[in-house]
């Protein structure tokens, strides 16, 4: 495959943001052509996403074929992409809700058929495939439900640091004594070199099937510290399924 470079270096030995989605789509476009499945037609995004991991744990499979078996009550994995405020119940500091709106890619949600509240819990995925906010039932005793995530009072970093998410370091590379940061981020970039607003890694693929309770994603992650000499060479695979607890 060939080798995605994330970053054009400018005249001043610094970087430019870029997009791959023209390449991604040429690669995926091929290796679809060359792929034949005996299956049911999938999407694009699906087959590139599924055929990159194995199947759902054991357990987690024991867990959802108990939930949902004869004589139990089965539950419900919702899956919505319109964005909503969680404003009144996340409480994310003022200036970085500003920018929920621009990293929100899909929300999962666990529903009990009797909406026990304290069973059913919401998570939301941001562009680069991780969780940045987690809403269940573990709060105090006034409220039932709570926000897991710190409120992003980082100004130069909302949604970047304070998630769930998976980061490379090149040991080889990175000398911060000398400023020359690695660290590939699959949220994406801090809010450096006069960026306006956040810059979130990109999603290169998503596949959520709520009948499966599952959501996969593909993103391109990013160096967070801009400007940088280095580029990204790093796609991030994830998937969540939700096992029924």
């Not at 080798?3 to 690669?27: E, F």
């Not at 194995?54 to 009550?73: D, L, T």
């Not at 026990?116 to 005793?141: E, H, L, Q, V």
């Not at 040991?171 to 306006?196: C, S, V, W």
Request: aromatic residues 12%; contains cysteine.
């Amino acid at each position: 495959m060939p080798k995605v470079i994330s970053h054009h270096i400018r005249h001043d030995g610094y970087s430019q943001i870029q997009q791959p989605y023209v390449l991604l789509r040429l690669i995926s476009t091929f290796l679809l052509m060359v792929t034949t499945s005996s299956r049911a037609p999938r999407s694009l995004d699906e087959a590139l996403l599924e055929d990159m991991f194995p199947p759902v744990g054991k357990i987690c499979q024991e867990k959802m074929v108990a939930s949902n078996g004869a004589g139990n009550q089965s539950y419900t994995t919702k899956i919505d992409f319109n964005f909503t405020s969680t404003m009144n119940t996340s409480e994310w500091h003022e200036e970085s809700a500003a920018h929920e709106k621009d990293v929100f890619l899909v929300e999962m949600s666990h529903i009990e058929p009797d909406l026990n509240p304290n069973r059913t819990w919401s998570i939301r995925f941001g562009k680069g495939g991780n969780i940045y906010s987690f809403i269940g039932a573990y709060g105090d005793a006034v409220s039932l439900t709570d926000e897991a995530m710190p409120p992003q009072a980082q100004s130069h970093s909302p949604w970047m640091d304070e998630v769930w998410q998976a980061v490379a370091v090149n040991l080889e590379l990175n000398d911060p004594a000398e400023h020359k940061r690695n660290f590939i981020h699959q949220a994406g970039t801090y809010m450096l070199d006069d960026l306006e607003k956040p810059f979130f890694s990109p999603t290169l693929a998503l596949h959520c099937a709520g009948e499966k309770h599952q959501c996969s994603f593909g993103s391109w992650g990013q160096q967070a510290h801009v400007p940088t000499t280095f580029n990204s060479s790093i796609f991030y695979y994830t998937r969540f399924t939700d096992c029924g607890e």
